[in-house]
């Protein structure tokens, strides 16, 4: 049974937590960039949904269908210009990745998930819960994934080649030549390309593109509303599987979650339906300026850094301070910035330190560790 | 890979989604006595912390811990006298459940899961899912579950005992010597008795018991409010698993959902600490009024059935007309009301039809069974 197997290894939470608890402990004040949790407002129509369903009938208090809320997958499928029966709406990204991953491995075509190093540490843990065997893929030295390098680890045990763009943490973001070879050598390899596009809106560089845009029955698309609206404790994502998974994918969802929760669908509806591109827009800017910002005062600490293309994160190294725990725990004392330990997603990023740009204080932050190393 | 041995099984909602659209369908009116969705109020504080949610800081719109809400968490360790640790906010008993069969098949101590016949068909859906075996113990025909037919099949393959009291489909409630011999069991073939008390409200017979009132590292207990609080579609169940086993549950639960849905969390909460004991008795006292109703009428059709001592259901057998679905169509077109058939809970019932009394039309469907069978 594969979660006996589980080593008590560090998933992002777990360690998240303690550097967060670190943080709040501290004897001083400390700008929290641990977190990928947006700090703007929620769209105003979502607040309203939920302040319509308080007063709903409770009939609309009942089960949801398990594949979700009948007119939040038509507004989804629209949207991403696909046949609604292949939408599941997911408690999540979350929930969404485990049911592609499980899609991949349940085919009996291969047990090998390929991995980006960096990593995202949810994918390798769901990975061993779900039985399959890991292989890593490095990525550039500025976050690039090189669809050669990927061709050359792919195989007949390759059972799905895991993306995430724009990406957790590396801040890159694949553009369409990408994704096409992706999705050929998923092909290929008669394997499955996952791509998990949660930071679709967050895209800087004009290039990002969705595996949706290139057709073919090998590729899962998973996606949630939690960074677009800002309610990652909303846990409403959506998968976009094809025709011959989806039915597999539905019986497990039912199986292990029945359904997700209503009032959180239903306000994502609603917010859908009436919120103006504009919302998007703005907090897409309000980030693209903190990266410039914090980017900025990079170059004045001295520190190597890539520039994100998309994404809530910035990896960071600084001289002779590499991206350990207790590296982490010393800038939070002393300089008064929390940060992630590099270490937490792989091996290719251990020197490097993850800041995310979810805080309004980007620029105090920046001053401080400009301070701190300059 | 477990799921892609999944059979075209039909588990209970598509069955329900079926027969519901059937009725739906119908060329006449029809009394809906398919589902298990409470037809009445929500508290009023579930409204009221819907509505207070809505007005939040934005902050609070992000993931909550993992394991759920801290005070929610601490409302039902000190409502259920348990360790708060031992606690995890799950999405619904949906999830509770699969988390619980999880753990007692990871433990490696057996692969089979003990189940009753009648089942609820989520079970050895679930068991399938996981990679577990099944086993099915006979309920004597009113429902109730022999410790000694129990032990009898119990064996060192034995990975969990799993029941449903207040049961769904059969009414059986089983009382505190039951539950005692069934963790003694557990226990002795080195197994789990794992108990699914998402009805433990609707006892009509004062002799509910809970398996909490055992002491034992060998039962999970799983639960939701959905059926308390009539938010079926809210998702807000929890686990208490015994103390060496909840760590691996946390991760699974992290691994599969991250987090259950906050808003549903939060207004569980409000709905916990602010309503009156007043609330969950009257509508255990309608429900028992609608058992006194209901089986009176099938008493003036001809009708063999037991009389529930909890729960939301009734079994029914009337002469010459079996459980089957042609059957079930048979009754919404030509008596105007729509049950389940027998044969979707195993191979116990097949001759029985199942009537879900969460309706206010319960009075007009008997009658309505009255004349057709009359």
Known sequence: MPAAHLPGMDYERPLFFRVMQYAARADRDVVGMVSGNPDWE????????????????????????????TKLRAEIAE?????????????????????????ALDRGAGDEILLTDPVYPYYPGKTELLGGTQRYVPADEDGQLDPAAVRERASEDTAAILVNTPNNPTGAVYDEATMRDLVAIAEANDALLLSDEVYDHFDYSGRFASALGVDSEHRIVTNAFSKSMAITGFRVGYAVFPEELVDAAKTRHMLVNVAGSRPAQQAVLTALQETDPAYYEANRELMAERVETFTAALDDAGAEYTTPDGGFYVLARFEDFPGTLANVERL?????????????????????????????????????????FG
């Not at 929620?42 to 809320?69: K, T, V, W």
């Not at 949207?79 to 408690?91: H, K, L, Q, S, Y």
């Not at 910035?337 to 920046?366: H, I, K, Q």
């Open 42 to 69: 929620p769209p105003a129509a979502l607040r309203d949904g939920l302040r319509a369903y308080a007063d709903a009938d409770p009939e609309a208090f009942q089960y949801p269908p398990s594949e979700g809320l």
């Open 79 to 103: 949207r991403r210009g696909v046949d609604v029966d292949r939408v599941i709406v997911t408690n999540g990204t979350g929930e969404a990745n485990y049911l592609a991953m499980a899609s």
């Open 332 to 372: 939070i004392d002393e300089a008064g910035v929390a940060g992630m330990p590099g270490d937490a997603f792989g091996t290719a990023r251990e020197d490097w330190l993850r800041f995310a740009l979810v805080t309004p204080r980007v620029e105090e932050a920046a001053d401080r560790l400009a301070e701190f």
